[in-house]
Nanobody
Framework: QVQLVESGGGLVQPGGSLRLSCAGS????????MGWYRQAPGKQRELVAD???????NYADSVKGRFTISRDNAKNTVYLQMSSLKPEDTAVYYC??????????????WGQGTQVTVSS
């Protein structure tokens, strides 16, 4: 019922920047929280950042001051601007969107994941 399409991952050198995007489509009535998670090889998926419908943001300590999450409600899209990237930021990044469908049923959807590799 809800499709999330991610884009923007890739290979970048340490200190570089990338911008991830996640666009939602489908029978969406409203969106509450939107967020980005990541999972590195051999590790559990962890929260990177999230943003509420009121644009209140929350960041993992490891990315504070380097990453910025934002959203465009008109486009049902969430962004993650990543700067000063480090090799330890290498992971598959997943977007997560929670809200309400037009049939008044809550949803909690995940993107397909996009690889971010930070290496020289």
């Amino acid at each position: 019922q809800v499709q999330l399409v991610e884009s923007g991952g890739g290979l970048v050198q340490p200190g570089g920047s990338l911008r991830l995007s996640c666009a939602g489509s489908g029978s969406i009535l409203s969106i509450n929280a939107m967020g980005w998670y990541r999972q590195a090889p051999g590790k559990q998926r962890e929260l990177v950042a999230d943003i509420t419908s009121g644009s209140r943001t929350n960041y993992a300590d490891s990315v504070k001051g380097r990453f910025t999450i934002s959203r465009d409600n008109a486009k049902n899209t969430v962004y993650l601007q990543m700067s000063s990237l480090k090799p330890e930021d290498t992971a598959v990044y997943y977007c997560n969107v929670r809200g309400l469908l037009r049939i008044m049923v809550p949803f909690n959807s995940w993107g397909q994941g996009t690889q971010v590799t930070v290496s020289s």
